[in-house]
C-alpha cells in the first residue's frame, strides 16, 4: 500500500523549495543572459524572487517583477506566452524526470505590505487600539 502525504499546513517541503530554487536560478540566468528575446522584454530587467512548485512538482508558480514595475502586466502576458519556449530552455539545463510547467504571476507582496501597514496606521485602527486599552 502506498504511503499518502500530507501538506497541511506545514509548507512546503525541502524538496519542493530545493527544485523551485534551482528552477528560479537557471530562468533568472536564461532571462539576463538574452537567450531569449521577446518584443515585449526588450530592455527590460525581470526579478524573479520565488518560484512556488506544486507538491507533485508538476506546476512552477514563478512570481515575478520587472523592475522599477512598470508595464507589469505587460511583462506577464509575454512570459506566459513564452512559457512554453522556456520551460524547454529549462529543460535542458536541468535533468528531471518531468519538467513543470511554468506559469507566471506578478510577485505583489511588497504592494500588500505598503497596504496592510497603511491600514494599520491609519486614524481607524489607532481609534479601534485606544478603545480596546481602555
Known amino acids: ?22 528552477v528560479r536560478k537557471e530562468l533568472s540566468d536564461i532571462l539576463t543572459r538574452g537567450e531569449f528575446s521577446d518584443p515585449e522584454l ?3 530587467i525581470v526579478t524573479i524572487p520565488e518560484v512556488r512548485m506544486t507538491p507533485d512538482l508538476r506546476l512552477a508558480t514563478c512570481l515575478v517583477m520587472p523592475l522599477g514595475g512598470k508595464n507589469a502586466e505587460n511583462v506577464e502576458k509575454a512570459l506566459n506566452r513564452s512559457a512554453k519556449y522556456l520551460r524547454g530552455q529549462v529543460s535542458r539545463r536541468l535533468t528531471m524526470k518531468y519538467m513543470p510547467d511554468l506559469r507566471f504571476v506578478l510577485d505583489t507582496r511588497f504592494d500588500d505590505d505598503d497596504r496592510i501597514g497603511s491600514l494599520l496606521h491609519s486614524p481607524d485602527v489607532a481609534r479601534d487600539l485606544d478603545d480596546e486599552s481602555n
Open 1 to 22: 500500500m502506498a504511503k499518502q502525504h500530507r501538506q497541511d499546513s506545514r509548507g512546503p517541503s525541502q524538496r519542493q523549495l530545493r527544485v523551485g530554487e534551482t
Open 42 to 44: 526588450d530592455g527590460v
